[in-house]
């Protein structure tokens, strides 16, 4: 049975338990259940937040501000959301996709794919810190604004805390004035966003600055059934030297293969035995209904009868080869033409001789031999725009020559290609690690990672939230800069980053202060943009509904009322409606 049975089924026991202990009276007059809902309410700490509520200026001069970001967050929701729902539908990811199953929307560390259980105790911080602060702003509002509270509590999803609420009496409430209703709900959403803001300068600053990069080439993951796998290499490993050479780096380790033409090698590891590792040539990627037609795994040992071990080996025997036959370890044999896999892009420069969404293998460009993907990339970045360039594309087996002019995109030769990795669409390696790479992801962390920029769009605030919010699953969606999702500095992690700096008499301690404020952060970000989303039961919803009975209430109408209500609940169902379609990975449409 897979885990989230075992939750559903551990949330109907607790239901039942609950409903049972409340219809036969045993339950306090402060405790509330609704289904696997429960709900402790209280009258104390009114006291408290009527002394921190005193300087009522400074207060509203808060909410003002919080109130302008909601707004805008709230548009930019309204519109990021429905545009990625229309993208998801029409591209929905495969069902077997980890962004597509249920589990994964829930907030449960080992439950959540990308929440593993070692960070379980940062979350809870992270989600309690959030829910006081978000709570505590409406409290802190309410008696700005002289609006009574009637209970204050907290939420539990079973005995898992869910929420927190401040329950304002609704008399008092309505009395008050639209500004006052409208600042008292955006006040959560703005203390999460401060929040936020402390634990990523926090973060930035003397957190981040104290970790550094092992030396060493970290070991993010290794290929199955690949020569490094069959020698016990594991992912968490550190190689230091390789064939008796110094590693300090990820790049190292792979100049030393590259160069290294012995098929056997042995690898040194910081914390672990040295091994030895038998070299051979394995697909860890392939086209689909490519020219190749080799699958993942499968191990190329030779071309046109000559025995290959290594890439390096491989690359050799295929520069000068257009054509070749490549053979592996089980016998299958495949006559293809040798460079890079390409489709044609529409409106790209070979699109106007070549044809759009053509697909083909290209072998040469402005007579250089273009042997691979790097090689054709290599070949472009050489010409300039407006460059008149011989182009030898195979297109289903036939060899064709085009004659191109170059385009320009960004100052720079373009031929209009999207252009797959490896050989022919083929990628091989002939070790079979996924190197970490460390530097990138404390870069990022500490603001500073000028070639992570692309993925966000910029080195602004917003982008770095961004990045914030999608480092936990970043892994899933194909950066190449950031091949890993990123859930803090545990596990195989930990062993990748060294302490250093302001911080180190800290330690090990130094990993779990960092875990807390990135968690911490992106709970609290994920809990403002969410109760920022314009629909019921949010805090969005009640400030729309405030937003639009003062838009309408300067209007010439007779119906005020009926056309406040027409409008939010049309705001409200799209908003619905690119939830569900988000929430089920596209699934709902047909």
Not at 557 to 573: I, P, W
């Amino acid at each position: 049975m897979s885990p989230l049975w075992w939750v559903l089924a551990g949330v109907l026991a607790f239901w039942v338990g609950a409903t049972l202990l409340r219809t036969r009276g045993l339950l306090p007059d402060s405790v509330k259940v609704f289904g696997p809902l429960v709900n402790l309410h209280t009258k104390r700490g009114r006291s408290l937040l009527d002394r921190i509520a005193r300087p009522k200026r400074l207060w509203r001069a808060w909410g003002n501000l919080g109130l302008g970001v909601a707004l805008v967050v709230m548009a930019g929701s309204l519109v990021v959301l429905v545009l990625s729902a229309i993208a998801l539908a029409q591209n929905p990811p495969p069902a077997s996709s980890a962004l597509s199953q249920p589990r994964n929307h829930l907030v449960i560390p080992g439950l959540n794919d990308f929440l593993p259980p070692a960070v379980a105790p940062e979350i809870l911080l992270g989600l309690a810190i959030g829910l006081v602060v978000h709570e505590g702003g409406h409290g802190i509002l309410c008696r700005v604004e002289d609006i009574d509270i009637e209970s204050m509590g907290l939420v539990f999803l079973t005995i898992i805390p869910a929420g927190a609420f401040v329950q304002p009496d609704e008399e008092s409430q309505q009395a008050a004035d639209r500004g006052a209703r409208a600042r008292m709900f955006a006040a959560g959403v703005t203390n999460n966003f401060a929040i936020t803001i402390l634990a990523v300068l926090l973060l930035l600053g003397p957190v981040v600055g104290s970790l550094g990069v092992v030396s060493g080439a970290a070991v993010g993951g290794v290929l199955p059934g690949s020569p490094a796998e069959n020698a016990g290499i594991e992912g968490g490993d550190v190689i230091t030297g390789v064939a008796n050479q110094t590693v300090e780096t990820n790049d190292d380790l792979d100049a030393i293969l590259d160069n290294v033409s012995a098929r056997e090698v042995t690898v040194e590891r910081s914390d672990g035995p040295t091994v030895s590792v038998t070299r051979s040539v394995v697909v860890t990627a392939v086209v689909e209904d490519g020219p190749v037609p080799f699958e993942l795994n499968d191990t190329v040992v030779a071309v046109n009868g000559t025995a290959v071990n290594t890439t390096a080996a491989l690359r050799d025997a295929l520069r000068e080869r257009p054509v070749a036959t490549l053979q592996t370890a089980d016998g299958d044999t495949a006559t293809a033409p040798i460079g890079a896999y390409v489709q044609v892009a529409s409106g790209g420069a070979l699109a106007d001789v070549a044809g759009e969404d053509t697909t083909g293998v290209i072998t040469s460009l402005g007579g250089e031999r273009t042997a691979s993907a790097s090689a054709l990339g290599d070949a472009i970045d050489r010409r300039a725009p407006g460059d008149t360039v011989s182009v030898t594309l195979y297109e289903d087996g036939e060899r064709r020559v085009h004659e191109v002019t170059l385009g320009e995109r960004g100052g720079d030769a373009h031929l209009g290609v999207y252009i797959s990795g490896g050989v022919s669409g083929m990628e091989v390696s002939d070790f079979g690690v996924e190197t970490y790479p460390t530097g990138r992801y404390l870069g990022l962390l500490g603001g500073d990672c000028a070639e992570c920029e692309s993925v966000a769009g910029g080195a602004s605030l917003g982008s770095y939230l961004y990045l914030l919010l999608t480092l936990p699953l970043i892994g899933e969606a194909g950066v190449a800069a950031l091949p890993f999702n990123f859930a803090g500095f545990v596990g195989p992690v930990a062993n990748f980053v060294t302490v250093s700096g302001p911080l180190s008499a800290l330690g090990g301690g130094v990993f779990a202060l960092a875990n807390g404020l990135f968690w911490t952060a992106w709970i609290n970000v994920n809990l403002a943009f969410f109760n920022c989303v314009p629909t019921f039961l949010l805090d969005g919803g009640h400030i729309l509904r405030t937003s639009v009975e003062g838009v309408v209430s300067r209007l010439p109408v007779s119906n005020g009322r009926r056309l406040v209500m027409a409008a939010t609940v049309a705001v409200q169902a799209v908003m619905l409606g690119a939830l569900a379609v988000l929430l089920s990975g596209g699934q709902l449409i047909p």
